[in-house]
C-alpha cells in the first residue's frame, strides 16, 4: 500500500506559478513511476506528467509541456509539479499517482491515487 497527499494547491493569476508537492507513505515510493493528472469540473481526468522510478525519465502531455516540470526526491518520498505560465485553462483538482509501469498515461494503469488538491487559475 502507498498513500498520497497532495499539497500546494491555491487560487493564481493567469501568468503566475505553483508547485504542487505529493508526499508518499507506505511501500517503497523508489518502485513506483509517479503520474500527475488534473480533473476540471464536468470534464474527465486527463494525464498531466510523469516521472520514472529514478527521476531520470520524464513525460508530459502536450498542453503542459515547456510549462510544467515534474520532479522527484526519493530521500524525501515527494513528487513535486512546477507549474509556470499559468493558464486560466490550467484550472481542475491535481491529483498524484503510483504506478508500476512507467509512461502511463490514463488513469487505469495506476494502482494508488491521492485525494487532490485544487488549483484555481483566473484570469
Known amino acids: 500500500q502507498v498513500q498520497l497527499a497532495e499539497s500546494g494547491g491555491r487560487s493564481v493569476q493567469a501568468g503566475g506559478s505553483l508547485r504542487l508537492s505529493c508526499a508518499a507513505s507506505?511501500?517503497?515510493?523508489?518502485?513506483?513511476?509517479m503520474g500527475w493528472f488534473r480533473q476540471a469540473p464536468g470534464k474527465e481526468r486527463e494525464f498531466v506528467a510523469v516521472?520514472?522510478?529514478?527521476?531520470?525519465?520524464?513525460y508530459y502531455a502536450d498542453s503542459v509541456k515547456g510549462r510544467f516540470t515534474i520532479s522527484r526526491d526519493n530521500a524525501k518520498n515527494t513528487v513535486y509539479l512546477q507549474m509556470n505560465s499559468l493558464k486560466p485553462e490550467d484550472t481542475a483538482v491535481y491529483y498524484c499517482?503510483?504506478?508500476?509501469?512507467?509512461?502511463?498515461?490514463?488513469?487505469?494503469?495506476?494502482?494508488?491515487w491521492g485525494r487532490g488538491t485544487q488549483v484555481t487559475v483566473s484570469s
Open positions: 499517482a503510483a504506478a508500476n509501469t512507467y509512461r502511463i498515461v490514463v488513469p487505469s494503469g495506476y494502482n494508488y
Open positions: 507506505g511501500r517503497a515510493f523508489s518502485s513506483y513511476a
Open positions: 516521472v520514472s522510478w529514478g527521476g531520470d525519465s520524464t
